[in-house]
T-cell receptor, first 115, second 119 residues
Framework: EAGVTQFPSHSVIEKGQTVTLRCDPI?????LYWYRRVMGKEIKFLLH????????ESGMPNNRFLAERTGGTYSTLKVQPAELEDSGVYFC?????????????FGPGTRLTVT | AQSVTQLGSHVSVSEGALVLLRCNYS??????LFWYVQYPNQGLQLLLK??????LVKGINGFEAEFKKSETSFHLTKPSAHMSDAAEYFC?????????????????FGKGTKLSVKP
């Protein structure tokens, strides 16, 4: 069974540009999460999808960030326009059944560098 | 609100020595607790989890952790370190479903502890 995949693995963009990150969860996982780790800081929750619906987006930093999950499968996270403080590693995670102890499976992350 | 504190951003041990990584949490209700590991250039991998069953939890690669409610701790241990254990370790907390009112699951992480293993 394939794990959570993320694309691209690295992205370097200039301030003001747009970047779109993609996450493909494990097949059959209804729950999809986005997290971000800024250098030197802890991993922080951004938002949570259940199928195609946003269940919780309380961690989204501002309206420059837009997440979608069309059809309840893969998800995209768009940053427009990117700012220097958006640099960090963006992780995606998915889970099947929260009643089984909230185990989330993480992807390898996308390292975003804004110059 | 929940929070997690990992004492020590860097821990160094000799191969064969005991590994002890500390995690303390703060939560208004009994939480679920997790340890994740990130090896270089890889994603986060679940080591073990506590979900209100046995307080001593055994995970992969010989790691275990004990939930101590009185100390609000969930320290990670391994009796004998291997070179391959060198990685960054994260403690995380979340709340059981009944405390979320339908919205659940986001993990709150500590800042991570980098483990180095000396030959």
């Amino acid at each position: 069974e394939a794990g959570v995949t993320q694309f691209p693995s690295h992205s370097v963009i200039e301030k003001g540009q747009t970047v779109t990150l993609r996450c493909d969860p494990i097949s059959g996982h209804d729950n999809l999460y986005w997290y971000r780790r800024v250098m030197g800081k802890e991993i922080k929750f951004l938002l949570h999808f259940v199928k195609e619906s946003k269940q919780d987006e309380s961690g989204m930093p501002n309206n420059r960030f837009l997440a979608e999950r069309t059809g309840g499968t893969y998800s995209t996270l768009k940053v427009q326009p990117a700012e220097l403080e958006d640099s960090g590693v963006y992780f995606c995670a998915s889970s099947q059944d929260l009643s089984r102890g909230y185990e989330q499976y993480f992807g390898p992350g996308t390292r975003l560098t804004v110059t | 609100a929940q929070s997690v504190t990992q004492l020590g951003s860097h821990v160094s041990v000799s191969e064969g020595a005991l590994v002890l990584l500390r995690c303390n949490y703060s939560s208004s209700v009994p939480p679920y607790l997790f340890w994740y590991v990130q090896y270089p250039n890889q994603g986060l991998q679940l080591l073990l989890k506590y979900t209100s069953a046995a307080t001593l939890v055994k995970g992969i690669n010989g790691f275990e952790a004990e939930f101590k409610k009185s100390e609000t701790s969930f320290h990670l241990t391994k009796p004998s370190a291997h070179m391959s254990d060198a990685a960054e370790y994260f403690c995380a907390v979340t709340l059981p479903t009944r405390h979320y009112g339908g919205s659940q699951g986001n993990l709150i992480f500590g800042k991570g502890t980098k483990l180095s293993v000396k030959p």
